[in-house]
């Protein structure tokens, strides 16, 4: 059975930092790329960074530069530190097995607010 569980999230001023992690409970967790997500309140669900099985990194236009998704192969594990948060970031957060998976986690939750 598939189970990815994320953590991490939380309350934060602009400009501060949090690093999101999700454990993934699958077979051959390396041989799967990995995406992370997030949903403003009212909009959909947006890309906001992957990870391919090789290390190769991709980002959204509005955080490049400030995240950073990263692996752990050893420990299952996909990780987002988010630098330089801004308010417009907040939102649930959601990490992806895969590109286009239906596995998904349960999401934490960031908001960025003075």
Request: hydrophobic share 30%; aromatic share 10%; glycine share 12%.
């Amino acid at each position: 059975q598939v189970q990815l569980v994320e953590s991490g999230g939380g309350v934060v001023q602009p400009g501060g930092s949090l690093r999101l992690s999700c454990v993934v409970s699958v077979g051959s967790f390396e041989a799967f790329a990995m995406s992370w997500y997030s949903q403003a309140p009212g909009k959909e669900r947006e890309l906001v960074a992957r990870i391919s099985s090789d290390g190769t990194r991709e980002y959204a236009d509005a955080v490049q530069g400030r995240f950073t998704i990263s692996r752990d192969d050893g420990k299952s594990t996909v990780n987002l530190q988010m630098d330089n948060l801004k308010p417009e970031d907040t939102g649930v957060y959601y990490c992806r097995l895969g590109f286009d998976t239906p596995y998904w986690g349960q999401g934490t939750q960031v908001t960025v607010s003075s």
